[in-house]
């Protein structure tokens, strides 16, 4: 049993499984703060997906942020993707505390944050954040920082054969800086902008699998967005049924500054599929592929490398086979649909709701996540950790929407 310290306090933090299981699950629950670990072992590193989530302001968001930069400083995880959820009240606040944390136990707090704005599900400005790293035990494998005129700053894991890249918060501007006019001007922008900043890194547009889209006024014109996305897929050459499937995709409200949609992406570069592969998961046993109602994504993407899948689950709600939404108005029935359709995925891949590592439950209102956490806990779902926001969710008459992260 291996133990992590923790600042100002003496009790351990113990691994809930050996550290040679398929996956060490710890949690670490203190006032008004829960800190949650997903580790992962692999041949040559050990993969790590970090949640935090806050109840309430104050002080508790210092021991959370210190609490994880003791864990990341203790472990050596070299992060590849950070995520910030909260009001945007809240960010250069929770930034800078975010920075004091790191600077104490000499972590790099120049690595790229995405911050995506919305109201948390509790009574504070910050919900929380998803960090997912890796430990190297190969000296020849990192994760560094990146930059590209055109995306700013992203993260580059160096792996056996492999390269993956994560380009965050990924704008929608022109070449002078300024935001593009209008939001399907800015979209365009956003996938020109991901297109140049992949190329000068070495990578190809076609080596995406996997893109997080946020837009502020989802509900206004995600119609056109998807026209946007589809015609820069299509030059691609991404396509439903062909040899280059779509990547795996979250699309959903969630605001950045004044723009009208951000984007992160992952991509994978890959010396041979025996070292490292993106596996699509174009459609699954619930619902077929989301091109037929007009949406450019698979519904996930698995990562395999040494032997072990990584599965990422697009952005999924209640939705049947025909793309129609199912369950309108019935919040509990939705929340269920949603999760079977996950599950699905992960048992197709080997997997469960118990492999699930990281999530981000999105919520149209109070009441939708009430009738969730009555589906949850009447069924017994795994619990699993997540993020909680409100949202607008793709279509008017869908009240959930879930992404998840599973290790197989």
């Not at 790590?48 to 003791?70: C, M, N, P, Q, S």
Request: aromatic share 8%; net charge neutral.
């Amino acid at each position: 049993m291996k133990s992590i310290r923790e600042p100002g306090g003496p009790a351990p933090l113990a691994e809930l499984r050996d550290a040679d299981a398929p996956r060490a699950a710890e949690v670490r629950e203190a006032q008004g703060w829960t800190f949650a670990v997903r580790a992962t072992e692999r041949d040559s590193f050990t993969e790590y997906h970090l949640t935090g989530t806050v109840e309430r302001a104050g002080r508790a968001i210092d021991e959370l942020l210190a609490h994880a930069a003791a864990v990341m400083a203790e472990r050596g995880i070299q992060t590849i993707q950070e995520k910030f959820y909260g009001n945007r009240t809240a960010r250069t606040d929770v930034l800078r505390r975010r920075e004091t944390a790191y600077r104490r136990e000499e972590l790099d707090f120049g690595v790229p944050v995405t911050w995506i704005e919305g109201a948390p599900l509790v009574e504070t400005e910050f919900a929380g954040f998803q960090i997912w790293g890796i430990t190297p035990r190969d000296a020849r494998m990192g994760v560094t920082t990146v930059t590209s005129p055109a995306a700013g700053s992203g993260r580059l894991w160096t792996g056996r054969g492999f390269r993956l890249l994560h380009l965050a918060a990924v704008r929608g501007t022109q070449p002078d800086g300024a935001l593009a006019a209008g939001p399907a001007a800015q979209a365009d922008r956003m996938f020109t902008n991901a297109g140049a900043a992949l190329k000068s890194l070495g990578f190809e547009y076609r080596q995406v699998s996997r893109t997080w889209i946020y837009l502020a006024r989802l509900l206004e014109w995600y119609g056109d967005f998807n026209r946007v996305r589809t015609a820069h897929y299509q030059r691609v050459g991404f396509s439903a049924a062909g040899a280059l499937p779509f990547p795996a995709s979250t699309g959903i409200q969630g605001r950045s500054g004044d723009d009208e949609c951000i984007m992160d992406l992952l991509a994978l570069q890959s010396d041979s599929p025996d070292r490292a592969a993106a596996l699509p998961i174009r459609r699954s046993p619930r619902q077929d592929s989301s091109f037929s109602y007009g949406s450019a994504f698979s519904r996930g993407m698995a990562l395999a490398i040494e032997g072990r899948r990584t599965v990422h689950v697009s952005g999924t709600a209640s939705i049947d086979a025909a793309g129609a939404s199912v369950h309108v108005g019935d919040a509990e029935l939705q929340s269920l649909e949603t999760l079977l359709c996950i599950a699905a995925i992960l048992e197709e891949q080997g997997g469960s709701l118990e492999n699930i590592t990281s999530a981000t439950l999105f919520c149209k209102t109070t009441a939708a996540l009430e009738a969730w956490n009555r589906v949850t806990r009447l069924l017994r779902v795994p619990a699993f950790p997540k993020v909680c926001m409100f949202a607008d969710v793709c279509r008017p008459d869908l009240l959930v929407e879930m992404e998840a992260v599973a290790t197989i």
